[in-house]
């Protein structure tokens, strides 16, 4: 879509500058921020399932910002568990709130995924949805969030080898205000699935 562009910017966080790509589109309807998936196994803001649900968020008319954690690509500072990230998440919400001053939705992909709901539950208001996709549950403190902070999607490969797809299904199936899809036959990266993710992300959009 030639009306569509991408830059990539810093910003000041809270353990130093954070390394972000800004897709920006004509006439939006939201904003979203994505978390990528956990950086000690190489996750990265242009992870593929991670740059699945921009393509998604930014067909169905979001301006989407994606952003590497501290001590990823060029953003400074060093892993902190998940504690540290989740403050990086909310440093690049408060930007995003204010350069685009629309309605805010928080995706996160695996250890993207505990983040972008931690980050969810410290803010006031909460963002318009979360959508988590495989998000880490058992390896996080993901069950302290529940209930969640606001209404979700989940999305979670049934034959998922990272995280274990019983522990999505038991502590999130049936929560009130969580939606759950099953992919069947598929694994954490959603390989040979990506058309099918996208397609599900964005019929999860234009629903709103």
């Not at 995706?107 to 995924?113: A, E, L, R, T, Y």
């Amino acid at each position: 879509m030639s009306s569509n562009s991408e830059e990539r910017l810093t910003i000041e966080g809270p353990a130093g500058s954070l390394e972000m790509l800004v897709t920006r589109v004509e006439n939006p309807i939201a904003v979203t921020v994505i978390c990528h998936p956990n950086p000690v196994q190489g996750g990265t803001m242009t992870n593929k399932v991670v740059h699945t649900l921009m393509r998604a968020a930014r067909d169905q008319h979001f301006c989407v910002v994606r952003f590497n954690f501290r001590g990823v690509g060029k953003s400074a500072g060093e892993h902190a568990n998940g504690e540290g990230e989740v403050d990086d998440c909310l440093a690049v919400i408060d930007w995003a709130l204010k350069e685009f001053e629309l309605p805010l939705w928080v995706m996160g992909f695996s250890f993207g995924g505990y983040v972008a709901a931690a980050a969810a539950a410290r803010m006031d208001p909460a963002p318009t949805r979360l959508l988590l996709v495989a998000p880490s549950v058992e390896r996080l403190p993901f069950a302290d969030l529940i209930p969640l902070a606001c209404p979700a999607v989940v999305m979670m490969g049934e034959d998922d080898d990272v995280v274990a797809p019983s522990a999505v299904f038991e502590l999130l199936d049936g929560q009130p205000g969580v939606e759950v899809r099953r992919f069947p036959e598929t694994g954490h990266f959603f390989h040979g699935r990506l058309v099918e993710l996208k397609e599900s992300v964005e019929s999860v959009l234009t629903l709103g």
